[in-house]
């Protein structure tokens, strides 16, 4: 048993859970559909009315929100309130297309707090502790988000933000920084440059690290662990729901609890947009039930996830989600199996002292698909004679085709010539798309 | 009577190769002995150098993958055969050679083998009686 943030809404019964989740959705239908066009006339096309949504069992009656939907009303198509009320805009980037921009009321920035700070504590933060932020300030929610919630429990805040790694573990060291927000994927270049500058874990204090924005793996998690010190725990959010803390890991470890008295999940099967039975894997579709400027109803996030219900040793009733396997947008089609970028990773992952940076090359020779991965050799792979090295690549090269259940051409590169993301993880280049 | 031998991770990228010796040249490091075994991707390139140490910090520094690996330098007699009975005497003492490369020695002119072999301990007391092992110092000099 933990300490917990706020006990009456972390531990609540099932039964308390979904009458107070009913009642701020039937809310929160009546004030978009009467606020916002984009709702009413969604619901009108469904032939539906606020009257209909009494409960989180009407909840499949809505229309999903799509990604192009936050496109086509851009910028402030989706807002439910007065844009005066807005105190605070974030966006996210526009990589794949124009960007999105989202609202928060004081009141949603006091809920958004609240969801980091509840994270922070089952990370084992309190007041006392030195929380370095090196997740990116400005538009991008992550670093702001963690900010909040840090500051709300009194911690002392080292708002450090992305970049000048060297820096970075200088403040880590000379401030005594005890906590870490930031990609797991800086965080692994964290721990690389550390050991490149001759800093051992036991000269630095971080007892626990949050890490989200992009999928990792378990083994990730432990290299993690083991190269900084400290106890690696996942967090989720993204921005159209409200940010880092939607949803996030308690000390077992084994799902993240969602903040379900806000955000109601559910999974739904991406093809058919049929809603999916607890336990089973689909993508996961969220419902704003609390946030005043931009209450998303039934979003589809794109991620594929599974839920779960399961007694949690913590102590929190929270639904859990596990960990996402991959993005339905990550997910690569390649001779036509499914692959996510993650199950490579874990592959990688389980040859003995691989390390996890690489680069995926999906390409269409003669119109067949052809998948290349690209591995840093690490000191501990390296050998002088060829056939050792040989040995590697080939066991590589079985641990991705067992995973993946398809062919790959293993490429050996030399150490940090790949090149690394401080922002979401991009591992792959689909030059297939360019040839479409 | 080991010597260190440089090993470096090269991808088989244009320029790398030059790239490595350039950071040997800058630090003056002279080249005894060098290999490069390599398949369609990658290879690696085995370097006997004059300063071992300062040539393992100057590739470290300039962030190549680098390892150092404990080989043995035999001195061949002059005459037909020479390399042959050093063979001889390790596959009769049941010693595998991973790999192998020649050099002639500065200070004498006289053709020296480099071998990585599986059991450095064994080859060099089965090799000792007959050969002359080069010293690291005399490597260096
Ligand atoms: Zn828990």
Redesign the pocket.
Known sequence: MGNYYDKAMECATLNEMESLQSFRLSQTVRRVYENVPFYRDRMIEKGITPDDIKSVADLHKLPFVMKQDLRDTYPYGLFAVPLEDVVRLHASSGTTGKQIVVGYTRNDLEIWNDCAARALV?AGGTKADFMHVSYGYGLFTGGLGVHGGAEKLGMTVIPVSTGNTARQINIIKDFGSTLICCTPSYAMFIAETMRDMGITKDQIKLKAGLFGAEPWTQEMRATLEDMLGLKAYDIYGLTEIIGPGVSFE???Q?GM?ICEDHFIPEIIDPDTGEVLPLGEQGELVFTCITKEAFPLLRYRTRDIAVLSRDK?????TLI?MLKPKGRTDDMLIIRGVNVFPSQIETALLSVAGSEPFYHINVDRINNNDTLEIEVEVSEAMFSDTIKSMEDIENTIKAAVESVIGIGAKITMCEPKTLKRFEGKAAHVTDRRKLLD | MLIKQLSVFVENKKGRLSAITDILRQSEIDIRALSVADTKDFGILRLIVNDVDKAYTALKNGECLVSLTDVIAVQITDRPGGLADAMDILSSAEISVEYMYAFISKSDGLASVILRVDDNQKAQNVLSDKFKLLTQAEISA
Do not use: D, Q
């Open positions: 089952a308690c000390e077992e084994t609890h949690c040793s913590c102590g929190r859990k």
